[in-house]
């Protein structure tokens, strides 16, 4: 889960040397999804789920991911606790996450 993915210009070249996981990128800024789906389909991707939403209140079922990536999760003024919270406590992470 990457959250808030951004235009993806970091993880894109990431994203390419993992075919086999599915990546949800998660953003609220329509602006960043249009840009990083560019990104994404100048790379190739096919293995990236785009999702708007409010970082701090994910709208994921529990346990649907084994890792989370938010280095840039208080960009937008969100407290970076909450997030992980709502990433890891939430039960967004398997359990082994």
């Given amino acids: 889960m990457d959250v808030p993915v951004g235009t993806g210009v970091f993880t894109a070249p990431v994203y390419a040397r993992l075919p086999n996981a599915t990546i949800i990128a998660v953003d609220s800024s329509m602006g960043m999804l249009r840009k990083a789906a560019d990104r994404f389909r100048r790379h190739g991707?096919?293995?990236?789920?785009?999702?708007?939403?409010?970082?701090?209140?994910?709208?994921?079922?529990?346990?649907?991911?084994?890792?989370?990536?938010?280095?840039?999760?208080?960009?937008?003024?969100?407290?970076?606790?909450?997030?992980?919270?709502?990433?890891?406590y939430n039960r967004k992470l398997w359990m082994d996450g």
């Fill in 45 to 88: 991707l096919k293995n990236v789920r785009l999702l708007h939403a409010d970082v701090a209140n994910l709208p994921i079922a529990d346990s649907v991911a084994d890792q989370f990536k938010g280095f840039t999760v208080t960009h937008r003024g969100n407290s970076k606790s909450v997030v992980y919270l709502e990433a890891s």
